[in-house]
């Protein structure tokens, strides 16, 4: 079976090398939403196939596989199945110029191709902000509990990709806590963008320390290395400005 069919059925666990269902689920959607306005018809197709035989069925971007094989599961205008190589490497230069794929070596009988996620397309990547902030900006406000509703804790839980927010460790259902960034004794609410996924060990540690210098305190001790920590910070920083 692929790689995502195992994770759903609960053959294997997911790995940290590899890309998380969440992730796939949503990327998935982006070639349909984002980069069908960038990349057209055939060439789609191709990346469809690609996306398919990497992230699906192996959890990563790297696949090495002749064209014609890639061919094989696309059909021509007239109902023919595309199986040769000259037809399929006529349909990549539209992927190639828009950095949907990155061929690191050509051969007759294999190809090592890099597969990149729409998210991380640049064009894409600039329609996905672009729309994803117009969306934020036009968001009502959400009142709801977070932190008291149990369908709404798992909706943080997923919002933060299933790890505690200080120092990246993975947690599950049966073991994360949820920590108020501006903590209660201090006038912080249960709402959605006051609250983030912790371990247990960095709640118990944080108390009411301000999230940023706990943040901070983790980096200098080690537990995540500077470009974690300054990814967190501008996570961190992001939230507290939609509580505004």
Known sequence: M????????????????????ERYIIESSYITKYLSRIVKDNA??????????????TGKAEVVIPWAKVGAFICSDQGNIIDDNKTVTRRLPPLIQNQCITVNRQRSGANEI??????????????????????????????????????????????DNRKCTYCLVDVAE???????IVPISKGGI????NLV????????RKRDEDAIKFLLSNYRAQLINQDEYLKQ????????SKQN
């Open 190 to 193: 249960n709402k959605k963008f």
């Open 44 to 57: 789609l197709a191709i990346y469809h196939v690609l996306f398919h035989l990497s992230y699906f069925q």
């Open 2 to 21: 692929s790689y995502i069919l195992d994770i759903v059925s609960g053959k294997i666990e997911p790995r940290a090398d590899r890309i998380t269902l």
């Open 174 to 180: 049966d073991s994360y806590v949820l920590d108020h």
């Open 197 to 204: 996924t912790s371990c247990q060990e960095c709640n118990q």
């Open 114 to 159: 890099v597969v990149h996620l729409p998210s991380e397309i640049p064009a894409c990547k600039e329609l996905i902000e672009k729309e994803e902030s117009t969306l934020l900006r036009t968001e009502k406000p959400d009142d709801a509990d977070y932190y008291t509703d149990q369908e709404r804790r798992l909706m943080v839980l997923e919002r």
């Open 233 to 240: 910070k501008d996570y961190i920083e992001n939230l507290i």
